[in-house]
């Protein structure tokens, strides 16, 4: 599987679903007015792995994850060119309703971000917004399995009417991917979902992706290699808006092919 | 560095003392106003009455012996009055010493009867004992502005009519109590009458409509200019005149709506629609303007959330930043609403300081409003509108201190963290 154009080094050879990625972009170019952000960017995420994004700050890495569901549209001034496809179909084609691929990608964001409501409705708009359950019973089971995939049932299936924004950092985070997995994504975008949290907290987190990639393709950004090295089976490393090389996460992090990911990975830049 | 700690405490205390001499000149400006209102106007709610044997005797009102129902109305409800005070002082001759004697009463006390009777039929024939509001310059004398001491001809009460009046108190007819008129009632020409019960309808059935209209109108706005649309020229030109909106006189409106709603639309003057309409324009800016604040105070992190679960913009902005905005958006929605309810100017130009003595039963009646009533009685020569004109200044203030208080309650009710 090499990539196109001599600016990516991909060398992947394992990976389960390798036929056809799950999500794809293809000479994916970003502008924020005239500053460009990512250049020709070529890169093939495969089902039901969790694919990590490293870089230093500013190399793109959140800016290619916002452009898989779209979240770019919402920002003035923002220009893509090129293609990203989920399961073979252009994102940007009009006929897909961004408001439908964002209930198929969803996303966890970099401070959690529970709505104002309780940890019940928290994980029940998006299935009622989507028309998900039909009674109130279908409702709790998603809800309670949503909590449950996610950790957090325990901890919180006697406060279910209290507000989310009561719970401690890593719970709220932990809510906030029941809430994403509530609608059935068949993708989930982590923009480095741990920074805000504590050593123990992200260690909860990095176990449940763990879990959770049994049935979802989860692409994560992180600022932390060893966290992308523990976590992670394919690694893609971006600097000043392009892929440098992605491959394996065993291979990239003991025998980079190339000399910046190299000096990245030992530390001498970042 | 000790010469330097000393002068940075003394700075420091200076200008604390600055503090609080400013908080205390305002406040001291503040009672004395206040206190000036309530001392003027605390008059205005108390009244006094004169209690008199009232005859409801059929040949003294003009009717037959037996009459039907549908007569007592026109009876001579003035001869009752007369016959009554007479009774009182049956050595008073004469037909100016009678006419001086009668004045006493109030005119309203004939039409009092009259609806007594109407109510309650079988008080025909019968001798009832009744309080009768006494004439203003009586109320006044009895609530000390009139003094004896006073030349005769400087004041309006007579020598021998004061004489009356005390031996009334003497015989313990006189009594005074919570003037209920002056909150229920109409404007009135004669003084003891008046109330302010028309004009608050008015002021209620104008902010009303003033309400409907620029609450949906302003917020829907807001979230348009706030949420929807992208920042171009032409949004930015609106936006640019929406601020100098806020900041016109607001008679300026009142011109407005004389030129466009009265003149052009033909809508009828004086009308609490047409002066809704005028006010709600003048608020319109103050409600997209707080509410542009109010939506922009929620932070972005709430909207990507909504966003990243799949929900289409308009379900982000109804199901999750406006009812964060909501307490903002009230806030000043009340603010615009109680500035719109002390307005006069613009009211005046649409027509209503007319003098208006019925109760406004909708919006297409004439009425008049608060503070128009309260000019209207500044400018009447009767001595006894003065303590009326601080006392409806007291009812206005009452309503702006609801309307704030219930700002700062609806404000905390709706208040949510996140």
């Known amino acids: 599987m090499s990539g196109q154009g001599d600016s990516t080094v991909d060398n992947a050879q394992g990976g389960p679903d390798q036929q056809l990625p799950k999500v794809s972009a293809r000479k994916l170019s970003v502008f924020y007015g005239d500053k460009q952000a990512l250049f020709d960017v070529d890169l093939d995420i495969y089902a039901n792995q969790v694919t990590a994004l490293i870089g230093p700050s500013g190399c793109g890495k959140s ?31 009009p006929s897909i309703d961004p408001v439908q691929l964002r209930a198929r990608v969803g996303m966890v964001f970099q401070r959690p971000n529970p709505f104002p409501k309780s940890i019940y409705d928290n994980v029940a708009y998006g299935p009622r917004i989507h028309g998900l359950a039909a009674t109130k019973a279908e409702l709790d089971e998603i ?19 209290e507000p989310g924004t009561g719970l401690s950092g890593g719970q709220q985070q932990r809510l906030c991917i029941a809430r994403a997995i509530a609608v059935s994504p068949e993708v989930i975008l982590m923009d480095e979902p741990c920074s805000a949290l504590d050593p123990i907290a992200t260690a909860r987190i990095e176990e449940l992706i763990d879990e959770l990639r049994a049935d979802y393709t989860i692409v994560i950004v992180t600022h932390s290699m060893q966290q992308a ?26 025998n980079p092919q190339n000399q910046k990911t190299q000096d990245y990975i030992t530390g001498r830049f970042g | 560095m000790e010469a330097r ?16 001499a400013a908080v205390g000149f305002a406040l001291l400006v503040l009672v004395l106003l206040l206190g000036t209102i309530v001392r003027d106007g605390a008059g205005a ?79 025909l024939g019968q001798t009832v004992s009744l309080r009768l509001p006494l004439d203003d310059q009586a109320q006044l004398f009895f609530k000390g502005f009139i003094s004896a001491a006073v030349p005769e001809d400087a004041r309006k009460l007579s020598d021998t009519q004061l004489g009356w009046l005390e031996t009334l108190q003497e015989r313990g007819q006189i009594v005074s109590g919570f003037n209920t008129r002056f909150l229920t009632g109409g404007d009135s020409r004669e003084p003891e009458l008046a109330g302010i019960w028309g004009a608050a309808v008015g002021s209620l059935l104008t902010l009303a409509v003033t309400l409907v209209l620029s609450f949906p109108i302003g917020v829907a706005a807001a979230v348009y200019l706030e949420e929807f649309s992208s920042r171009t020229r032409f949004t930015d030109f609106i936006e640019v005149n929406i601020n100098n909106l806020a900041a016109v006189p607001s008679i300026v409106f009142g011109l407005l709506g004389l030129a466009v709603f009265l003149n052009f639309f033909g809508m009828p003057r004086s009308a609490p629609l047409v002066g809704g309409l005028v006010l709600s324009l003048m608020t319109l800016p103050t409600v997209i303007i707080a509410s542009r604040s109010a939506l922009a105070a929620v932070p972005p992190s709430i909207r990507e959330a909504a966003l990243g679960v799949g929900a289409s913009p308009l379900q982000v902005v109804v199901h999750h930043v406006l009812p964060l905005a909501l307490p903002g958006i009230l806030t000043g929605t009340i603010i615009g609403m109680a500035r719109a309810l002390g307005e006069t100017a613009p009211l005046l130009m649409i027509g209503m300081v007319a003098f208006i003595v019925d109760i406004p039963d909708g919006v297409t009646s ?18 006894a509108f003065v303590e009326k004109t601080s006392g409806a200044i007291l009812v206005l203030l009452g309503f702006l201190v609801l309307m704030n208080l219930a700002a700062v309650l609806l404000r905390n009710r709706f208040e949510s963290r996140w």
């Not at chain 2, 008049?368 to 209207?376: C, D, E, F, K, R």
């Open chain 1, 63 to 93: 800016t290619f994850l916002r452009c898989v569901n779209r979240m770019n549209d919402v920002i003035e001034n923002c220009r893509t060119q090129g293609k990203v496809m989920l399961e073979g179909t252009d994102v940007e084609d």
């Open chain 1, 143 to 161: 809800v309670h399995v949503s909590l449950e995939r996610a950790g957090l049932l325990d901890e919180v299936k006697d406060r279910m009417e």
């Open chain 1, 229 to 254: 090295a523990r976590v992670s089976q394919r690694t893609a490393f971006f600097h000043l808006g392009i892929v440098i090389e992605v491959d394996d996460t065993s291979r990239i992090f003991t």
């Open chain 2, 5 to 20: 700690r000393r002068k940075r405490h003394r700075a420091e205390v200076r200008f604390r003392a600055y503090g609080l």
């Open chain 2, 45 to 123: 709610f108390w009244q006094y009455e004169v209690v008199l044997d009232i005859d409801f005797a059929p040949e003294v009102l003009g009717l037959g012996q037996d009459p039907a129902e549908a007569e007592l109305g026109r009876g001579d409800f003035s001869r009752l009055v007369k016959e009554a005070v007479r009774k009182e002082f049956p050595e008073v001759k004469g037909r100016r010493d009678r006419r001086a004697l009668r004045k006493l009463v109030s005119p309203g006390a004939v039409f009092e009867l009259r609806d007594r009777l109407l109510a309650d039929p079988a008080l």
């Open chain 2, 366 to 383: 004439p009425s008049t409003v608060l503070p128009v009533q309260i000019y209207l009685w500044a400018d009447s020569p009767e001595r």
